[in-house]
């Protein structure tokens, strides 16, 4: 249910930020909307059908809005309808050809369809826009696995493992802010996080490691 919550408020926001002040949403924007999050609730519940037709209800309401098109994909994926997936990530990606999750999971159905080629070619559009996005990075490892090239999928893993590691010391940082703030538990759970990422006989890992110690002494 978070990660609905998250990604609805931040939707909200965006439609608050996009049109002028004092103006109103369309009607069809927020019947959009309202769809929109009653799908993506569904959706992390894990009520794929519900969500599928929730989704094309908020499509119904404006047929190119994109986080609806993703979802409907997403959904379409999950519950193995490979056809439905394809067509509504593949209209996602035309609407907004760097809609980095789109390309993902239509380059998956590419893969789960035989198709890697065209698996790829969605994984490199997305690192053309994205180096770092470990889930591209990660997906174009295995696809380079299926094919042979081991040394690609070395190098692949690589990046992804390089990627992860910021994403660790950035969780690093953030916990540094949260403990100074006197927020421990959500100092802890970052250093956590950051631990899960960081390479572990790296020195950040280990900082992380005695940080975290440290917070959690001061907790008990």
């Known amino acids: 249910m978070r990660a609905a919550?998250?990604?609805?408020?931040a939707l909200l926001a965006w439609g608050c930020a996009a049109r002028p002040e004092g103006a109103r949403?369309?009607?069809?924007?927020?019947?959009?909307?309202?769809?929109?999050?009653?799908?993506?609730?569904?959706?992390?519940?894990?009520?794929?059908e519900q969500a599928e037709g929730l989704a094309?209800?908020?499509?119904?309401?404006?047929?190119?809005?994109?986080?609806?098109?993703?979802?409907?994909?997403?959904a379409a994926y999950l519950a193995g309808d490979d056809a439905g997936a394809e067509r509504a990530l593949r209209k996602a990606v035309r609407a907004s050809p760097r809609a980095g999750e789109a390309a993902l999971w239509l380059a998956r159905t590419y893969r789960a369809t035989g198709r890697p080629g065209l698996a790829m070619s969605a994984c490199e559009t997305i690192l053309s826009s994205d180096p770092s996005s470990v889930a591209a990075l990660r997906l174009a490892a295995t696809l380079s696995t299926d094919?042979?090239?081991?040394?690609?999928?070395?190098?692949?893993?690589?990046?992804?493992?390089?990627?992860?590691?910021?994403?660790?010391?950035?969780?690093?940082?953030?916990?540094?802010?949260?403990?100074?703030?006197?927020d421990a538990e959500g100092a802890?759970?970052?250093?956590a996080s950051a631990m899960a990422n960081l390479p572990p006989e790296s020195a950040p890992y280990a900082a992380a490691s005695a940080m975290r110690d440290e917070v959690m002494g001061r907790r008990r």
């Open 25 to 48: 949403l369309s009607a069809a924007r927020e019947r959009a909307l309202a769809a929109y999050a009653a799908a993506a609730s569904a959706y992390d519940s894990g009520r794929l």
């Open 188 to 191: 802890a759970a970052d250093l």
């Open 147 to 182: 094919s042979g090239d081991r040394a690609a999928a070395v190098a692949y893993l690589d990046a992804a493992i390089e990627a992860a590691a910021e994403a660790g010391l950035a969780f690093a940082d953030r916990a540094a802010l949260r403990w100074a703030a006197g």
């Open 56 to 74: 094309e209800s908020s499509l119904e309401a404006e047929a190119t809005f994109l986080p609806s098109l993703t979802l409907l994909g997403k």
């Open 5 to 9: 919550i998250v990604a609805i408020a």
